[in-house]
């Protein structure tokens, strides 16, 4: 049975936490006085109220949260998020119906970065500072977030709810208690924003821009203050400097954590997942580059700094942009349609498949052929000194096969209500792995996703979350198992 009332004080408690946040939005938007005071001012009260209302339904509830509760938790605590998270849009006026501002808040909480505002520089900046926030917090997982603040909240579940949230499927931890590896983490992912912030400022960015850029690229999300994106400040040093920081994003922050603090670079660079990131992102920026010098007369030096900017913004799913790569030739788009699908390394903030599981597969497969030779052979799956267990193995097939099973009936139904092919195919892909851009004519990685209809929002919203969740947190609520009392 569910434990309900942990469940309630659980999200109140997180709903605390979300007007807290917004309470920097509004201090911004006082500083600078103006339209979206109000509008932060009513969402802040609400959101507190709605939390207590939830703490006090869950009075006196025990720390006791089953599987069942964290899975349920953790996709409610999401939706429940991007529900009093799109109330500041509503109330100002910025989007002005419910689908459209449910999509905007979710695309930023999931980091996907797909945004239906044509003109985001209309936008005050507590409403821009929102959005971005959105992202950062999301990067990393929202409860994740929590147990990193509040471990106690969670009390003995918190193994099971970062179980529940957490992606890829290995779980590589520093240190016996939860909680220090989270602080740990999160302690990487500040460092990274705050180093990307003072780099922006650096370049020539304004105070505001730079906090802005750093957190969606260290968050890898996407979401901009400027119509045209990084392309904005059309600077080479800005541009590399994205590429930097969205390729460490993508990297396992525990690997990381390790890597710095215990100074094992050779180790790392002999890790297997981050050898097939960094060639997936040498290999596919080479092909670009080629075919920009060849199709479209860049010099290498543009070609490089285009395509390699936007291959690793694929590939960790950020979505930023430096050129228009729906004018690209084609073949381009299917490198960076590749770049989508493959994503980061798990345990960061890209999103994707994960290079780990590709890794797995790899080895899988090169053990069927010895096992075809050697019958009777033990061939073990290791990636570095981390022996898989045949569980996790056995987890990749129903992964990938859902994983591709959901991007062909998406794509069918958005060609079915009249999107064009390449598009429905780049929606799917950005929406479940997370990217937010889409390559195509219609709907081009520069251009905003307004004009799709409505149910198509509906359902990439959906897709988002099942993307950033990893697809069995979500559709396991929808099995009738889930909800016997057993």
């Known amino acids: 049975m569910l434990n309900w009332k942990i469940i309630y004080k659980i999200i109140g408690s997180l709903l605390w936490l979300e007007a807290t946040l917004m309470i920097c939005c509004l201090g911004v938007s006082l500083y600078l006085s103006e339209s979206d005071m109000m509008p932060f001012l009513a969402t802040i009260i609400i959101t507190a109220l709605a939390g207590t209302a939830l703490r006090y339904c869950g009075r006196g509830a025990n720390n006791n949260l089953s599987r069942k509760d964290a899975y349920l938790l953790v996709t409610s605590t999401w939706i429940i998020f991007s529900i009093f998270g ?54 990393l997982g929202i409860v994740f977030f929590t147990i990193a603040l509040l471990p106690s909240l969670v009390g003995s579940g918190n193994i099971k709810v970062f179980s529940a949230e957490a992606t890829g499927p290995i779980r590589t931890k520093m240190h016996p208690r939860l909680s220090t590896n989270s602080h740990a983490i999160w302690m990487v992912y500040i460092l990274l924003t705050a180093s990307c912030a003072a780099t922006y400022y650096i370049g020539g960015m304004s105070l505001f821009d730079c906090v802005n850029y750093a957190m ?19 600077s080479p040093f800005i541009e590399y400097t994205g590429t930097l920081f969205c390729f460490l994003s993508g990297i396992n922050f525990t690997l990381l954590f390790i ?104 080895k899988i497969i090169r053990n069927e052929f010895r096992q075809i030779l050697h019958p009777n052979a033990v061939l073990p799956v290791r990636i570095g000194e981390t022996l898989i267990p045949t569980s996790t193995r056995m987890r990749i097939l129903p992964f990938i096969s859902l994983y591709l099973g959901l991007f062909f009936v998406s794509a069918t139904f958005f060609t079915a209500i009249g999107i064009d092919v390449i598009n429905s195919i780049t929606m799917c892909l950005s929406c479940l792995s997370n990217v937010g851009p889409t390559l195509g004519v219609e709907i081009g990685p520069t251009m905003s996703w307004s004009e799709i209809p409505t149910i198509s929002k509906w359902f990439c919203s959906t897709m988002m979350l099942v993307g950033r969740l990893e697809i069995f947190s979500v559709l396991v609520l929808f099995t009738p198992e889930f909800w016997r009392n057993n």
Not at 100 to 108: K, V, Y
Request: one cysteine or more; glycine letters at 10%; a negative charge.
């Open 86 to 139: 799109m109330l500041p849009f509503l109330f100002g006026g910025y989007i002005d119906n419910v689908t459209d501002a449910f999509f905007e808040t979710i695309s930023g909480f999931t980091t996907t970065g797909a945004t239906i505002i044509d003109d985001v520089e209309i936008l005050p900046h507590g409403i821009l500072f929102w959005r971005t926030m959105t992202q950062w917090i999301g990067g």
């Open 216 to 234: 969606t690229t260290t968050a890898t999300g996407g979401f901009s203050t400027h119509n045209s994106s990084t392309e904005f400040f059309n």
């Open 259 to 362: 890597t710095v603090t215990k100074l094992r670079i050779r180790d790392a660079l002999r890790n297997a997942e981050l050898r097939l990131y960094i060639s997936a992102i040498v290999v596919c920026t080479a092909i670009i580059v080629f075919y920009l010098m060849r199709d479209l007369n860049y010099n290498f030096a543009d070609s490089l700094r285009y395509g390699l900017f936007q291959v690793v913004s694929f590939i960790t799913s950020t979505g930023l942009f430096s050129d228009d790569a729906g004018k690209w030739p084609h073949v381009t788009w299917i490198v960076l349609g590749v770049c989508m699908f493959i994503g980061g390394c798990a345990g960061s903030t890209a999103g994707g498949v994960k290079c780990v599981r590709l890794v797995m597969i790899l």
